[in-house]
């Protein structure tokens, strides 16, 4: 198959870790998710919502912007507020490689 009047800006492939976790917060929302580790993004992790299909590029700064997993995932405050307790043990710092 032919790709005529594709313009790539960028086209790579790297080995990624992806962890699966499952759980339950104190208001029995249930959080499936899938948390990719990769050299993009400066370090920073794509979060993906198993249930929605939504994924976010998120670092330790995007876990401190008001309202941010709420929008981005649609969830109540208190639902993001055990999200973010989560996200913090696995997002760590962000390395900048470039």
Do not use: C, N, W
Request: charged share 25%.
């Amino acid at each position: 198959m032919l790709l005529p009047d594709f313009d790539f800006m960028s086209d790579t492939t790297e080995q990624t870790s992806t962890r699966f976790v499952t759980f339950i917060g104190p208001s029995l929302k249930r959080f499936d998710l899938a948390v990719t580790s990769t050299s993009r993004f400066y370090g920073k992790k794509l979060v993906t919502d198993l249930q929605s299909g939504k994924t976010a590029i998120i670092g330790p700064d995007d876990l401190e912007e008001e309202g941010y997993l709420e929008y981005t995932y649609r969830l109540t405050e208190e639902e993001a507020a055990e999200l973010v307790q989560f996200l913090y043990f696995v997002v760590g710092t962000v390395h900048f490689t470039d």
